[in-house]
Protein backbone atom coordinates (compact mmCIF):
# COMPACT_ATOMS: atom_id res chain seq x y z
CA UNK A 1 0.00 0.00 0.00
CA UNK A 2 1.62 3.29 -1.29
CA UNK A 3 0.44 6.74 -0.10
CA UNK A 4 0.30 9.36 -2.79
CA UNK A 5 -0.36 13.27 -2.81
CA UNK A 6 -1.63 14.15 -6.12
CA UNK A 7 -0.27 17.54 -6.82
CA UNK A 8 -1.27 18.24 -10.36
CA UNK A 9 -5.15 18.54 -8.58
CA UNK A 10 -6.03 22.18 -7.87
CA UNK A 11 -6.31 21.25 -4.28
CA UNK A 12 -3.77 18.41 -2.83
CA UNK A 13 -5.62 14.75 -2.42
CA UNK A 14 -3.74 12.66 -0.58
CA UNK A 15 -4.85 9.07 -1.86
CA UNK A 16 -3.67 5.64 -1.88
CA UNK A 17 -2.87 2.93 -4.16
CA UNK A 18 -4.64 -0.61 -3.41
CA UNK A 19 -2.25 -3.62 -4.67
CA UNK A 20 -3.29 -7.04 -6.01
CA UNK A 21 -1.70 -9.42 -2.86
CA UNK A 22 -1.25 -11.96 -5.38
CA UNK A 23 1.14 -10.04 -8.09
CA UNK A 24 1.49 -6.46 -6.99
CA UNK A 25 -0.40 -4.68 -9.14
CA UNK A 26 -1.87 -1.61 -8.49
CA UNK A 27 -5.73 -2.33 -9.01
CA UNK A 28 -6.98 1.16 -7.41
CA UNK A 29 -6.71 4.62 -5.89
CA UNK A 30 -8.39 6.12 -3.44
CA UNK A 31 -9.07 9.23 -1.05
CA UNK A 32 -7.20 9.53 2.20
CA UNK A 33 -10.37 11.49 4.40
CA UNK A 34 -9.09 13.36 6.49
CA UNK A 35 -11.27 14.48 9.87
CA UNK A 36 -12.65 17.56 8.41
CA UNK A 37 -14.15 15.45 5.25
CA UNK A 38 -15.45 12.97 7.88
CA UNK A 39 -17.09 15.41 9.81
CA UNK A 40 -18.60 16.62 6.68
CA UNK A 41 -20.12 12.77 6.09
CA UNK A 42 -21.04 12.19 9.35
CA UNK A 43 -23.29 15.27 9.21
CA UNK A 44 -24.66 14.89 6.12
CA UNK A 45 -25.50 11.06 7.17
CA UNK A 46 -27.77 12.43 9.79
CA UNK A 47 -30.06 14.40 8.09
CA UNK A 48 -30.57 11.14 6.00
CA UNK A 49 -30.93 8.85 9.40
CA UNK A 50 -34.05 11.02 10.51
CA UNK A 51 -35.57 10.03 6.31
CA UNK A 52 -34.30 6.16 7.02
CA UNK A 53 -35.97 6.19 10.86
CA UNK A 54 -39.37 7.27 9.29
CA UNK A 55 -39.42 5.17 7.02
CA UNK A 56 -40.53 2.55 10.14
CA UNK A 57 -39.67 -0.57 9.78
CA UNK A 58 -41.64 -2.17 6.36
CA UNK A 59 -40.28 0.96 4.60
CA UNK A 60 -36.79 0.34 5.25
CA UNK A 61 -37.60 -3.74 4.43
CA UNK A 62 -38.56 -2.76 1.10
CA UNK A 63 -35.08 -0.61 0.38
CA UNK A 64 -32.88 -3.58 1.94
CA UNK A 65 -34.72 -6.03 -0.40
CA UNK A 66 -33.91 -3.88 -3.34
CA UNK A 67 -30.05 -3.38 -2.19
CA UNK A 68 -29.91 -7.20 -1.66
CA UNK A 69 -30.68 -7.74 -4.88
CA UNK A 70 -28.86 -5.11 -6.05
CA UNK A 71 -25.95 -7.11 -4.21
CA UNK A 72 -26.94 -10.73 -6.03
CA UNK A 73 -27.13 -9.18 -9.46
CA UNK A 74 -23.51 -7.81 -9.03
CA UNK A 75 -22.21 -10.48 -7.42
CA UNK A 76 -19.82 -11.86 -10.05
CA UNK A 77 -18.25 -8.13 -10.43
CA UNK A 78 -18.57 -8.10 -6.64
CA UNK A 79 -16.66 -11.35 -6.30
CA UNK A 80 -14.02 -10.23 -8.99
CA UNK A 81 -13.28 -7.31 -7.05
CA UNK A 82 -13.03 -9.03 -3.71
CA UNK A 83 -10.19 -11.59 -5.70
CA UNK A 84 -8.49 -8.58 -7.13
CA UNK A 85 -8.17 -6.55 -3.62
CA UNK A 86 -7.29 -9.37 -0.42
CA UNK A 87 -6.72 -12.15 -3.00
CA UNK A 88 -9.33 -14.86 -2.05
CA UNK A 89 -10.64 -17.66 -4.94
CA UNK A 90 -13.29 -16.04 -6.68
CA UNK A 91 -15.74 -19.27 -5.45
CA UNK A 92 -14.82 -18.39 -1.99
CA UNK A 93 -15.74 -14.81 -2.52
CA UNK A 94 -19.45 -15.80 -3.53
CA UNK A 95 -20.10 -18.29 -0.93
CA UNK A 96 -18.55 -15.05 1.25
CA UNK A 97 -21.04 -12.87 -0.68
CA UNK A 98 -24.16 -15.70 -0.35
CA UNK A 99 -24.02 -15.73 3.34
CA UNK A 100 -23.56 -12.23 3.49
CA UNK A 101 -27.25 -11.74 1.67
CA UNK A 102 -28.45 -14.59 4.16
CA UNK A 103 -27.92 -12.34 7.09
CA UNK A 104 -29.42 -9.47 5.55
CA UNK A 105 -32.44 -10.75 4.45
CA UNK A 106 -32.67 -12.10 7.66
CA UNK A 107 -31.89 -8.41 9.23
CA UNK A 108 -34.51 -6.76 7.12
CA UNK A 109 -37.64 -9.86 7.59
CA UNK A 110 -36.93 -9.46 12.16
CA UNK A 111 -36.05 -5.52 12.81
CA UNK A 112 -39.61 -5.33 13.53
CA UNK A 113 -40.26 -8.20 15.78
CA UNK A 114 -36.72 -7.91 17.30
CA UNK A 115 -37.34 -3.76 17.99
CA UNK A 116 -40.76 -2.86 17.71
CA UNK A 117 -42.58 -1.58 21.07
CA UNK A 118 -44.04 -4.42 23.11
CA UNK A 119 -46.18 -4.13 26.09
CA UNK A 120 -44.14 -5.18 29.57
CA UNK A 121 -46.21 -6.14 32.56
CA UNK A 122 -46.25 -4.37 35.19
CA UNK A 123 -45.54 -5.10 39.07
CA UNK A 124 -48.24 -5.34 42.49
CA UNK A 125 -46.57 -2.31 43.49
CA UNK A 126 -46.79 -0.62 39.81
CA UNK A 127 -50.14 -2.21 38.94
CA UNK A 128 -51.98 0.94 37.84
CA UNK A 129 -48.95 1.59 34.56
CA UNK A 130 -49.05 0.17 31.82
CA UNK A 131 -45.55 -0.27 30.26
CA UNK A 132 -44.08 -0.73 26.99
CA UNK A 133 -40.17 -0.84 25.31
CA UNK A 134 -39.05 -0.79 21.74
CA UNK A 135 -35.66 -0.45 20.52
CA UNK A 136 -34.92 3.15 18.92
CA UNK A 137 -32.22 3.42 16.12
CA UNK A 138 -28.91 5.28 17.45
CA UNK A 139 -29.13 8.04 14.51
CA UNK A 140 -25.51 7.70 12.92
CA UNK A 141 -23.48 4.87 13.03
CA UNK A 142 -19.86 4.49 12.28
CA UNK A 143 -18.75 0.96 10.82
CA UNK A 144 -14.90 -0.14 10.59
CA UNK A 145 -14.23 -2.90 8.74
CA UNK A 146 -11.67 -5.65 7.97
CA UNK A 147 -10.41 -7.02 4.89
CA UNK A 148 -10.58 -10.89 5.05
CA UNK A 149 -14.20 -10.84 4.41
CA UNK A 150 -14.70 -7.29 3.02
CA UNK A 151 -18.39 -8.09 2.51
CA UNK A 152 -19.70 -10.62 5.37
CA UNK A 153 -17.75 -9.29 7.92
CA UNK A 154 -18.90 -5.24 7.74
CA UNK A 155 -22.37 -6.10 6.84
CA UNK A 156 -22.66 -8.05 10.24
CA UNK A 157 -22.84 -4.78 11.59
CA UNK A 158 -24.29 -2.76 8.57
CA UNK A 159 -26.99 -4.44 7.55
CA UNK A 160 -28.21 -4.92 11.28
CA UNK A 161 -27.49 -0.81 11.59
CA UNK A 162 -29.60 -0.15 8.54
CA UNK A 163 -32.75 -2.82 9.34
CA UNK A 164 -32.97 -1.38 12.78
CA UNK A 165 -33.12 2.38 11.71
CA UNK A 166 -29.65 3.92 11.35
CA UNK A 167 -27.98 5.42 8.78
CA UNK A 168 -24.54 4.27 8.29
CA UNK A 169 -20.80 5.53 7.71
CA UNK A 170 -18.40 2.96 6.52
CA UNK A 171 -14.79 2.87 6.39
CA UNK A 172 -13.48 -0.07 5.01
CA UNK A 173 -10.30 -1.42 5.42
CA UNK A 174 -7.31 0.23 3.30
CA UNK A 175 -6.94 -3.34 1.43
CA UNK A 176 -10.20 -3.60 0.19
CA UNK A 177 -11.80 -0.02 -0.13
CA UNK A 178 -13.11 -0.73 -3.90
CA UNK A 179 -15.20 -3.30 -2.26
CA UNK A 180 -16.53 -0.95 0.42
CA UNK A 181 -17.37 1.56 -2.45
CA UNK A 182 -19.34 -1.27 -4.25
CA UNK A 183 -21.57 -2.04 -1.65
CA UNK A 184 -22.72 1.42 -1.30
CA UNK A 185 -22.97 2.40 -4.29
CA UNK A 186 -25.12 -0.35 -5.27
CA UNK A 187 -27.39 0.99 -1.90
CA UNK A 188 -27.44 4.24 -3.52
CA UNK A 189 -28.80 3.18 -6.69
CA UNK A 190 -31.63 1.88 -4.48
CA UNK A 191 -31.87 4.81 -2.12
CA UNK A 192 -30.58 7.46 -4.47
CA UNK A 193 -32.10 10.67 -2.55
CA UNK A 194 -30.24 10.35 0.57
CA UNK A 195 -26.94 8.98 1.94
CA UNK A 196 -28.21 6.70 3.95
CA UNK A 197 -24.78 4.45 3.69
CA UNK A 198 -21.90 6.08 3.11
CA UNK A 199 -18.00 5.18 2.31
CA UNK A 200 -14.88 7.04 3.17
CA UNK A 201 -11.89 5.92 3.19
CA UNK A 202 -8.36 5.90 3.89
CA UNK A 203 -5.98 4.41 6.64
CA UNK A 204 -5.92 4.44 10.36
CA UNK A 205 -6.02 8.05 11.05
CA UNK A 206 -9.48 7.97 9.19
CA UNK A 207 -10.64 5.29 11.44
CA UNK A 208 -9.72 7.39 14.30
CA UNK A 209 -11.49 10.32 13.14
CA UNK A 210 -14.32 8.43 12.50
CA UNK A 211 -14.36 7.28 16.38
CA UNK A 212 -13.65 10.97 17.38
CA UNK A 213 -16.70 11.90 15.15
CA UNK A 214 -20.63 12.79 15.37
CA UNK A 215 -21.87 9.29 15.75
CA UNK A 216 -24.43 7.10 18.11
CA UNK A 217 -21.90 4.05 18.26
CA UNK A 218 -18.80 2.36 16.31
CA UNK A 219 -19.05 -1.36 14.80
CA UNK A 220 -15.28 -2.43 14.51
CA UNK A 221 -14.50 -5.35 13.44
CA UNK A 222 -10.45 -6.18 12.88
CA UNK A 223 -7.55 -7.18 15.22
CA UNK A 224 -7.51 -6.45 19.18
CA UNK A 225 -4.64 -4.49 19.14
CA UNK A 226 -6.63 -1.91 17.02
CA UNK A 227 -10.04 -2.69 18.99
CA UNK A 228 -8.21 -0.90 21.89
CA UNK A 229 -6.80 2.31 20.06
CA UNK A 230 -10.58 2.40 18.66
CA UNK A 231 -11.76 2.37 22.20
CA UNK A 232 -9.59 4.90 23.65
CA UNK A 233 -10.47 7.22 20.52
CA UNK A 234 -14.22 6.56 21.29
CA UNK A 235 -13.98 7.17 25.28
CA UNK A 236 -13.18 11.08 24.64
CA UNK A 237 -16.61 11.48 23.85
CA UNK A 238 -18.21 8.25 25.37
CA UNK A 239 -19.25 6.86 22.12
CA UNK A 240 -20.31 3.42 22.91
CA UNK A 241 -18.15 0.49 20.82
CA UNK A 242 -18.68 -3.42 19.45
CA UNK A 243 -16.26 -4.97 19.65
CA UNK A 244 -15.42 -8.05 17.28
CA UNK A 245 -11.73 -8.89 17.79
CA UNK A 246 -9.19 -11.45 16.96
CA UNK A 247 -9.44 -15.22 17.70
CA UNK A 248 -7.58 -18.10 17.98
CA UNK A 249 -9.97 -20.53 17.33
CA UNK A 250 -9.70 -24.41 18.47
CA UNK A 251 -10.54 -27.58 16.62
CA UNK A 252 -11.66 -30.38 19.23
CA UNK A 253 -11.75 -34.31 18.16
CA UNK A 254 -12.87 -36.81 20.75
CA UNK A 255 -12.62 -40.54 20.55
CA UNK A 256 -15.31 -41.11 18.99
CA UNK A 257 -15.44 -38.59 16.37
CA UNK A 258 -16.06 -38.93 12.58
CA UNK A 259 -11.86 -38.76 12.08
CA UNK A 260 -12.63 -37.99 8.16
CA UNK A 261 -15.61 -35.29 8.95
CA UNK A 262 -13.22 -33.81 11.30
CA UNK A 263 -10.08 -33.83 9.24
CA UNK A 264 -11.88 -32.05 6.43
CA UNK A 265 -13.70 -29.63 8.42
CA UNK A 266 -9.47 -28.90 10.25
CA UNK A 267 -8.52 -28.65 6.43
CA UNK A 268 -10.96 -26.04 5.66
CA UNK A 269 -11.40 -24.25 8.70
CA UNK A 270 -7.85 -24.19 9.14
CA UNK A 271 -6.46 -23.42 5.12
CA UNK A 272 -9.58 -21.62 3.53
CA UNK A 273 -8.97 -18.36 2.85
CA UNK A 274 -5.41 -19.20 3.53
CA UNK A 275 -5.83 -19.40 7.52
CA UNK A 276 -7.02 -15.10 7.44
CA UNK A 277 -10.03 -15.68 8.90
CA UNK A 278 -11.31 -14.73 12.40
CA UNK A 279 -12.74 -17.66 13.03
CA UNK A 280 -9.99 -20.08 11.69
CA UNK A 281 -8.92 -23.42 13.31
CA UNK A 282 -5.49 -22.49 14.32
CA UNK A 283 -5.00 -25.20 17.15
CA UNK A 284 -6.67 -28.72 17.15
CA UNK A 285 -6.87 -31.24 20.20
CA UNK A 286 -7.43 -34.84 19.74
CA UNK A 287 -8.11 -37.42 21.69
CA UNK A 288 -4.59 -39.81 21.99
CA UNK A 289 -6.96 -42.70 21.45
CA UNK A 290 -7.30 -41.58 17.84
CA UNK A 291 -4.27 -38.81 17.44
CA UNK A 292 -2.47 -40.81 14.85
CA UNK A 293 -5.46 -41.96 12.86
CA UNK A 294 -6.59 -38.11 12.60
CA UNK A 295 -3.07 -37.14 11.80
CA UNK A 296 -2.60 -39.67 8.79
CA UNK A 297 -6.32 -37.88 7.32
CA UNK A 298 -5.25 -34.93 7.84
CA UNK A 299 -2.37 -34.34 6.60
CA UNK A 300 -3.44 -36.34 3.57
CA UNK A 301 -6.09 -33.81 3.38
CA UNK A 302 -4.31 -30.82 3.64
CA UNK A 303 -1.32 -31.92 1.04
CA UNK A 304 -4.04 -31.79 -1.69
CA UNK A 305 -4.59 -27.91 -1.19
CA UNK A 306 -1.78 -25.76 -2.65
CA UNK A 307 -1.42 -22.30 -3.04
CA UNK A 308 0.01 -19.36 -5.61
CA UNK A 309 -1.82 -21.41 -8.76
CA UNK A 310 -4.36 -19.66 -10.77
CA UNK A 311 -6.88 -22.49 -10.03
CA UNK A 312 -5.27 -23.05 -6.28
CA UNK A 313 -8.13 -23.70 -3.39
CA UNK A 314 -6.32 -20.56 -0.97
CA UNK A 315 -4.59 -17.44 -2.54
CA UNK A 316 -1.91 -15.28 -0.93
CA UNK A 317 -1.70 -13.09 2.34
CA UNK A 318 -3.12 -10.45 1.65
CA UNK A 319 -1.10 -8.19 4.08
CA UNK A 320 2.87 -8.17 3.24
CA UNK A 321 3.74 -7.37 6.96
CA UNK A 322 1.32 -10.26 7.94
CA UNK A 323 3.69 -13.09 6.31
CA UNK A 324 6.95 -12.30 9.20
CA UNK A 325 4.50 -13.16 11.89
CA UNK A 326 3.12 -16.44 10.16
CA UNK A 327 7.12 -16.89 9.44
CA UNK A 328 8.22 -16.01 13.30
CA UNK A 329 5.25 -18.34 14.96
CA UNK A 330 6.05 -21.21 12.87
CA UNK A 331 9.99 -20.64 13.12
CA UNK A 332 9.79 -20.35 17.16
CA UNK A 333 7.82 -23.40 17.01
CA UNK A 334 10.04 -25.44 15.37
CA UNK A 335 13.15 -23.72 17.27
CA UNK A 336 11.14 -25.32 20.89
CA UNK A 337 10.80 -28.81 19.60
CA UNK A 338 8.01 -28.85 17.06
CA UNK A 339 7.41 -30.92 13.92
CA UNK A 340 6.25 -29.88 10.79
CA UNK A 341 3.95 -32.48 9.52
CA UNK A 342 3.77 -30.43 6.27
CA UNK A 343 4.86 -27.08 5.49
CA UNK A 344 7.27 -25.18 7.71
CA UNK A 345 9.41 -22.61 7.39
CA UNK A 346 10.12 -23.43 3.28
CA UNK A 347 6.07 -23.11 2.81
CA UNK A 348 6.44 -19.58 2.54
CA UNK A 349 7.50 -17.90 -0.86
CA UNK A 350 6.44 -14.58 -1.73
CA UNK A 351 3.10 -13.79 -0.71
CA UNK A 352 2.76 -17.41 -0.74
CA UNK A 353 2.25 -19.78 2.08
CA UNK A 354 1.80 -23.68 1.44
CA UNK A 355 -0.37 -24.96 4.56
CA UNK A 356 1.96 -26.18 7.42
CA UNK A 357 0.98 -28.66 9.96
CA UNK A 358 3.01 -28.45 13.20
CA UNK A 359 2.89 -31.11 16.19
CA UNK A 360 4.82 -31.12 19.23
CA UNK A 361 4.44 -27.51 19.67
CA UNK A 362 4.52 -26.06 23.55
CA UNK A 363 1.41 -24.53 24.70
CA UNK A 364 3.27 -21.30 25.70
CA UNK A 365 4.43 -21.10 21.60
CA UNK A 366 3.86 -17.81 19.43
CA UNK A 367 1.76 -20.64 17.46
CA UNK A 368 -0.07 -22.01 20.21
CA UNK A 369 -1.23 -18.74 21.78
CA UNK A 370 -1.43 -15.66 19.65
CA UNK A 371 -3.65 -15.67 16.17
CA UNK A 372 -1.04 -16.39 13.20
CA UNK A 373 -3.87 -15.39 11.14
CA UNK A 374 -2.21 -17.85 7.89
CA UNK A 375 -2.46 -21.31 6.79
CA UNK A 376 -1.45 -23.13 9.63
CA UNK A 377 -2.40 -25.47 12.34
CA UNK A 378 -1.24 -26.84 15.79
CA UNK A 379 -2.05 -30.40 16.61
CA UNK A 380 -1.97 -31.33 19.69
CA UNK A 381 -2.55 -35.17 21.36
CA UNK A 382 -4.49 -34.69 24.89
CA UNK A 383 -5.06 -37.44 27.44
CA UNK A 384 -9.02 -36.90 27.28
CA UNK A 385 -11.54 -33.77 26.60
CA UNK A 386 -11.02 -32.50 30.12
CA UNK A 387 -7.64 -31.50 29.44
CA UNK A 388 -8.99 -30.54 25.95
CA UNK A 389 -10.85 -28.29 26.93
CA UNK A 390 -8.50 -26.86 30.14
CA UNK A 391 -5.92 -26.21 26.92
CA UNK A 392 -8.86 -24.77 24.71
CA UNK A 393 -10.05 -22.02 27.56
CA UNK A 394 -6.74 -21.41 28.64
CA UNK A 395 -5.81 -18.85 25.94
CA UNK A 396 -6.94 -14.45 26.13
CA UNK A 397 -9.28 -15.08 23.20
CA UNK A 398 -12.89 -16.73 23.15
CA UNK A 399 -14.21 -16.00 19.68
CA UNK A 400 -15.11 -19.68 18.80
CA UNK A 401 -14.66 -23.30 18.37
CA UNK A 402 -15.82 -26.44 17.15
CA UNK A 403 -16.18 -29.93 18.51
CA UNK A 404 -16.47 -33.36 16.70
CA UNK A 405 -17.74 -35.69 19.17
CA UNK A 406 -20.38 -38.26 18.46
CA UNK A 407 -21.47 -39.03 21.83
CA UNK A 408 -20.18 -36.06 24.14
CA UNK A 409 -20.74 -32.90 21.46
CA UNK A 410 -22.77 -30.73 23.66
CA UNK A 411 -21.19 -31.33 27.08
CA UNK A 412 -17.69 -30.14 25.67
CA UNK A 413 -19.17 -27.33 23.69
CA UNK A 414 -21.05 -26.13 27.02
CA UNK A 415 -17.55 -26.12 28.99
CA UNK A 416 -15.99 -23.83 26.14
CA UNK A 417 -15.36 -20.26 27.25
CA UNK A 418 -16.39 -19.05 23.60
CA UNK A 419 -18.81 -16.48 21.82
CA UNK A 420 -20.11 -19.56 20.12
CA UNK A 421 -19.22 -23.47 19.18
CA UNK A 422 -20.38 -25.85 16.53
CA UNK A 423 -20.42 -29.19 16.99
CA UNK A 424 -19.68 -31.62 13.56
CA UNK A 425 -19.13 -28.86 11.48
CA UNK A 426 -17.02 -26.13 11.15
CA UNK A 427 -18.54 -22.53 11.70
CA UNK A 428 -21.62 -23.44 11.36
CA UNK A 429 -23.19 -21.14 14.27
CA UNK A 430 -21.69 -17.92 12.16
CA UNK A 431 -23.66 -18.82 9.16
CA UNK A 432 -26.88 -19.35 11.09
CA UNK A 433 -28.76 -15.45 10.63
CA UNK A 434 -30.91 -16.32 13.67
CA UNK A 435 -27.73 -17.00 15.70
CA UNK A 436 -25.40 -14.16 17.53
CA UNK A 437 -21.97 -13.72 16.47
CA UNK A 438 -19.17 -12.64 18.63
CA UNK A 439 -16.63 -13.48 21.50
CA UNK A 440 -15.19 -12.85 24.92
CA UNK A 441 -12.31 -12.14 26.36
CA UNK A 442 -9.18 -10.41 23.67
CA UNK A 443 -11.72 -11.40 21.02
CA UNK A 444 -13.90 -8.35 22.07
CA UNK A 445 -18.06 -7.68 23.09
CA UNK A 446 -21.12 -7.32 21.48
CA UNK A 447 -22.64 -8.54 18.87
CA UNK A 448 -23.56 -8.94 15.52
CA UNK A 449 -26.04 -11.40 13.63
CA UNK A 450 -29.27 -12.30 15.35
CA UNK A 451 -31.73 -10.46 17.45
CA UNK A 452 -28.46 -9.54 19.76
CA UNK A 453 -26.89 -7.72 16.59
CA UNK A 454 -30.34 -6.15 15.95
CA UNK A 455 -30.51 -4.73 19.17
CA UNK A 456 -26.35 -3.84 19.39
CA UNK A 457 -27.28 -0.92 17.15
CA UNK A 458 -29.93 0.83 19.48
CA UNK A 459 -30.96 2.11 22.40
CA UNK A 460 -34.09 1.04 24.80
CA UNK A 461 -36.66 3.20 25.31
CA UNK A 462 -38.98 2.62 28.42
CA UNK A 463 -42.46 4.54 28.39
CA UNK A 464 -44.92 4.23 30.90
CA UNK A 465 -48.80 5.48 31.49
CA UNK A 466 -50.41 5.99 34.24
CA UNK A 467 -54.21 4.05 33.87
CA UNK A 468 -55.70 4.90 36.95
CA UNK A 469 -54.17 6.88 39.95
CA UNK A 470 -52.29 4.71 42.61
CA UNK A 471 -54.03 2.86 44.95
CA UNK A 472 -51.40 3.72 47.19
CA UNK A 473 -49.42 7.08 46.66
CA UNK A 474 -45.92 5.68 46.73
CA UNK A 475 -43.70 8.60 45.08
CA UNK A 476 -45.64 11.52 46.38
CA UNK A 477 -45.40 13.33 49.87
CA UNK A 478 -48.88 11.98 50.10
CA UNK A 479 -47.53 8.70 51.34
CA UNK A 480 -48.27 8.68 54.96
CA UNK A 481 -47.61 6.30 58.01
CA UNK A 482 -50.68 3.79 56.91
CA UNK A 483 -48.97 3.43 53.53
CA UNK A 484 -45.67 2.69 54.66
CA UNK A 485 -46.67 0.18 57.25
CA UNK A 486 -49.05 -1.58 54.23
CA UNK A 487 -46.01 -1.32 51.96
CA UNK A 488 -44.09 -2.86 54.64
CA UNK A 489 -46.68 -6.10 55.01
CA UNK A 490 -46.39 -6.55 51.26
CA UNK A 491 -42.83 -6.80 51.37
CA UNK A 492 -42.82 -8.93 54.42
CA UNK A 493 -45.66 -11.41 52.32
CA UNK A 494 -43.87 -11.00 49.28
CA UNK A 495 -40.05 -11.11 49.94
CA UNK A 496 -39.62 -11.83 53.83
CA UNK A 497 -40.65 -15.48 53.61
CA UNK A 498 -37.76 -18.00 54.56
CA UNK A 499 -37.68 -20.36 51.68
CA UNK A 500 -35.54 -23.62 52.10
P1 LIG B 1 -6.92 -4.11 11.66
O1 LIG B 1 -7.16 -4.03 13.10
O2 LIG B 1 -5.54 -3.88 11.15
O3 LIG B 1 -7.84 -3.05 10.87
C1 LIG B 1 -9.24 -3.07 10.96
C2 LIG B 1 -9.78 -1.72 10.54
O4 LIG B 1 -9.40 -0.75 11.51
C3 LIG B 1 -9.26 -1.21 9.21
O5 LIG B 1 -10.30 -0.59 8.51
C4 LIG B 1 -8.22 -0.19 9.62
O6 LIG B 1 -7.98 0.83 8.68
C5 LIG B 1 -8.85 0.38 10.86
N1 LIG B 1 -7.93 1.03 11.77
C6 LIG B 1 -6.60 0.80 11.91
N2 LIG B 1 -6.10 1.59 12.89
C7 LIG B 1 -7.13 2.32 13.37
C8 LIG B 1 -7.25 3.31 14.38
N3 LIG B 1 -6.20 3.70 15.11
N4 LIG B 1 -8.47 3.84 14.62
C9 LIG B 1 -9.55 3.44 13.92
N5 LIG B 1 -9.49 2.52 12.93
C10 LIG B 1 -8.30 1.97 12.66
O7 LIG B 1 -7.48 -5.53 11.20
P2 LIG B 1 -7.42 -6.20 9.76
O8 LIG B 1 -6.02 -6.62 9.50
O9 LIG B 1 -8.10 -5.36 8.76
O10 LIG B 1 -8.35 -7.48 9.98
C11 LIG B 1 -7.88 -8.67 10.52
C12 LIG B 1 -8.27 -8.78 11.99
O11 LIG B 1 -9.67 -8.68 12.11
C13 LIG B 1 -7.90 -10.12 12.59
O12 LIG B 1 -7.42 -9.95 13.89
C14 LIG B 1 -9.22 -10.87 12.59
O13 LIG B 1 -9.29 -11.89 13.54
C15 LIG B 1 -10.17 -9.76 12.89
N6 LIG B 1 -11.54 -10.09 12.46
C16 LIG B 1 -12.47 -10.34 13.41
C17 LIG B 1 -13.77 -10.72 13.03
C18 LIG B 1 -14.83 -11.03 14.06
O14 LIG B 1 -15.98 -11.22 13.69
N7 LIG B 1 -14.51 -11.09 15.35
C19 LIG B 1 -14.09 -10.81 11.67
C20 LIG B 1 -13.11 -10.55 10.73
C21 LIG B 1 -11.83 -10.19 11.13
Redesign the pocket.
Known amino acids: MSVSTDSCAPSVVETFDVHDPATGAVVGTYPVHDRHDVDAVVSSAHAAAAWWRDLGFAGRARYLDAWRSEIASGRDQLAQLIHREMGKPISDAKLEIAMALEHLRWAARNAEKVLGRRTVPSSLLTVNHAATVEYLPLGVVGV ?6 PVF ?1 PL ?1 SISFALAAGNAVVF ?5 TPGVGSWLAEAFTRTAPAEPVLQVIT ?7 A ?2 RSDVGKIG ?8 K ?2 MA ?1 CAENLTPVLM ?4 KDALIVDADADLEAAADAAVWGGLSNAG ?4 AVERVYVHTAVYEKFLAELVAAASEIHAGAADSQIGPIT ?1 PKQLAIVRHHIEDALARGARALLGGTDAIDRQFVQPTILVDVPEDAAAVTE ?1 T ?1 GPTLTVTKVRDMDEAVELVNRGTYG ?1 GATVFARRRGRDIADRIRAGGTSINAFVAHATIPGLP ?3 VGA ?2 FGR ?1 HGPDGLVEFTYAKATTRQRFPAPLPLTSFRRDHRVDTIVDLLVAVLHGRKRR
Not at 202 to 208: I, R, S, V, Y
Not at 220 to 226: E, I, P, V
Not at 244 to 247: H, K, P, S, T
Open positions: IGPWNYTGKPSEYGLADTGNLCFTGSSATGLVAECGGQTCLMEFLLGGSGV
